[in-house]
């Protein structure tokens, strides 16, 4: 998104107690919704700069805040941007059909792949941002987590300041389930039910993100469980249920990857040989789908969402007769 400097603006520095409605949100994410006229990168390169101080101390940008935490927000140069481009009548479409959940603080919308879960990177409008042009009335519309842009299926936002914090506390303490539909290239063994490989996430110079397994990478946990299988002309194929415990980056992917089958149209970590045979039998993207989510409830069951198979993905299943 193009920004245009406006002289003149520069603010003074200040100091920002945490309350407990912000208690265990990011640093990072903290700033971002206070400074939201001034460029993402900015706000990082304060961060590790050290101008930014949590208790008078240097931090990092995804340390969680507490309830009381003093932070020091340093002097900062404001950016006049471009209004924000709108969705069209087609993804406005797309999104009112894919709301799957909705009360009073949360949203969970089956998102298509292809869309990105917020905009950066060279990506103008994402998911969040349209859905705040088309839920103007909605005063607070945050994303609880992301997908990658090529995954399709169940992404929560948060309605309200309180359901965010506590859907983040859900998330790492592991009540909330997630539940994926996977397809992988080879014959995985019904005995292989779990894989625990740490993760290292590095970003290239071109910006991408990369994640490669083991070295000094943090703990990663992914069940899996053999749901179908069947083949794409001699290539085996096997679909799984996967449920990462922990949330890492391309966790999925990659512990598919490192496992051997790696997931079927994925161009970061699969091979380009077989992804073109795929292609060519029908698989136009990534087959990763998150299909189920599970959240506890005080005082009741788990709330159970889901988001059924995109027809893209259910029609390549038939077409290669996984059953």
């Given at each position: 998104?193009?920004e ?22 990011r ?53 006049e ?20 959940y ?85 014959d ?15 970003v ?7 994640v ?9 946990l992914?069940r ?29 992917r ?14 970061k ?9 795929l ?30 198979l ?14």
């Open positions: 998104m193009s245009k400097r406006q002289p003149g603006t520069r603010s003074a520095a200040s100091t920002v107690e945490v309350d407990a409605g912000h208690d265990g949100q640093l990072d994410n903290f700033l971002m919704a206070r400074l939201r006229d001034v460029p993402r990168t900015r706000i990082y390169r304060m961060i590790r700069g050290g101008e930014v101080r949590v208790n008078r101390s240097r931090a990092r940008p995804g340390q969680r805040l507490q309830d009381g935490d003093m932070v020091r927000i340093p002097p900062v140069q404001r950016v941007r471009e209004p924000a481009p709108k969705p069209g009548r087609d993804l406005a479409e797309r999104l009112a059909e894919a709301v799957v909705e009360d009073r603080g949360l949203l969970v919308i089956d998102k298509p792949s292809g869309l990105a879960v917020h905009g950066g990177s060279g990506v103008s409008l994402g998911l969040v941002e349209a859905l705040r042009s088309l839920r103007p009335e909605l005063r607070f519309l945050e994303l609880v987590h992301r997908l990658d842009r090529d995954t399709s299926g169940c992404v929560m936002l948060a309605k309200q300041r309180a359901t965010l914090v506590e859907l983040h506390a859900g998330l790492r303490d592991g009540r909330i389930r997630k539940r994926y539909r996977a397809l992988v290239v080879g995985w063994p019904e005995a292989r039910q779990e894989v625990a490989i740490a993760l290292q996430k590095n290239l110079r071109s910006g991408e993100r990369v490669r397994a083991g070295g000094a990478g943090k703990a990663a992914t899996y469980r053999v749901m179908a299988r069947g083949r794409c002309g001699a290539m085996p194929l096997t679909l799984l249920e996967a449920s990462p415990l922990t949330g890492r980056t391309h966790q999925i990659v512990h598919c990857q490192v496992s051997g089958m790696p997931i079927a149209g994925d161009v970590y699969g091979d380009d040989a077989t992804n073109r045979a292609r060519s039998s029908g698989l136009r993207r990534l087959f990763l789908h998150a299909a189920g989510l599970e959240i506890p409830r005080e005082g009741a069951g788990p709330l159970v969402v889901e988001a059924p995109p027809d893209d993905l259910a029609g390549f299943l038939a077409s290669c007769g996984v059953v």
